[in-house]
């Protein structure tokens, strides 16, 4: 495993955005080192900054197209973090033998790439547990994020730290932060999340609210229309 390309790339004096000390790297590390050993060889490297999920990595593009075997972009879904349930989706961008994509998902025009794998990384509890989840299951996955579990996760953070804020409640509640923050909102609309303005100018606080509250509902524990 080669960790990071632009490092080994610098052992050499070779220049990553020149396409010709591209294919002179490959020459001389990943393919003796394959070639030689029988062993799979990894490049570990980054997406150009601002590319919005690009399939290339940074520097010549002759990186990708010098690859013989698969290629994969990670795409962080959920943010890792201690104490926190992360989530990466691989994502194939490059198949030269054809074995990969042929048991991948279904195929993103946008950039070419279908997902590989879903790997979910839970460090809520005693320990850490990876789960790698096979394209089908990671489809099906995904389609569980429905409003009414994101909306059902949300009252139960809240159930468990009362008076959270939005961010704070985007990075504890398992899910889209984007989608998070729409069930949230969602449920404020309706009633069933208080907001209280907090002590920094346009913070809210954000509480269960109590089905028997006067001031939230029709007084019969039925919430109001907002």
Do not use: C
């Amino acid at each position: 495993m080669i960790d990071g390309s632009s490092d080994a790339y610098a052992l050499f004096g070779l220049n990553q955005n020149d396409a010709t000390d591209v294919s002179m790297f490959m020459r001389k590390l990943p393919r003796p080192l394959a070639e030689g050993s029988g062993a799979a060889t990894v490049l570990i490297d980054h997406v150009p900054k601002g590319s919005n999920g690009s399939r290339f990595a940074q520097g010549s593009q002759n990186k990708l197209s010098a690859v013989t075997g698969a290629a994969y972009l990670i795409e962080p879904t959920e943010a890792l973090g201690a104490g926190k349930r992360g989530v990466v989706v691989m994502r194939v961008t490059k198949d030269r033998p054809g074995m990969v994509r042929a048991v991948s998902g279904v195929y993103r025009k946008s950039d070419r790439t279908q997902i590989a794998a879903q790997v979910v990384i839970d460090s809520t509890g005693d320990g850490t547990v990876f789960e790698v989840l096979a394209p089908d299951e990671a489809d099906d996955a995904s389609k569980a994020d429905t409003w009414e579990n994101l909306r059902m996760r949300v009252v139960e953070y809240l159930d468990a730290y009362p008076g959270a804020g939005k961010t704070q409640i985007r990075d504890g509640v398992t899910g889209s932060s984007s989608k998070i923050a729409e069930a949230l909102g969602q449920l404020v609309m309706v009633g069933r999340v208080r907001a209280v303005s907090g002590k920094r100018e346009g913070s809210f606080l954000h509480y269960v609210a109590d089905p028997l509250d006067p001031a939230l509902t029709d007084g019969h524990g039925i919430f109001a229309d907002e």
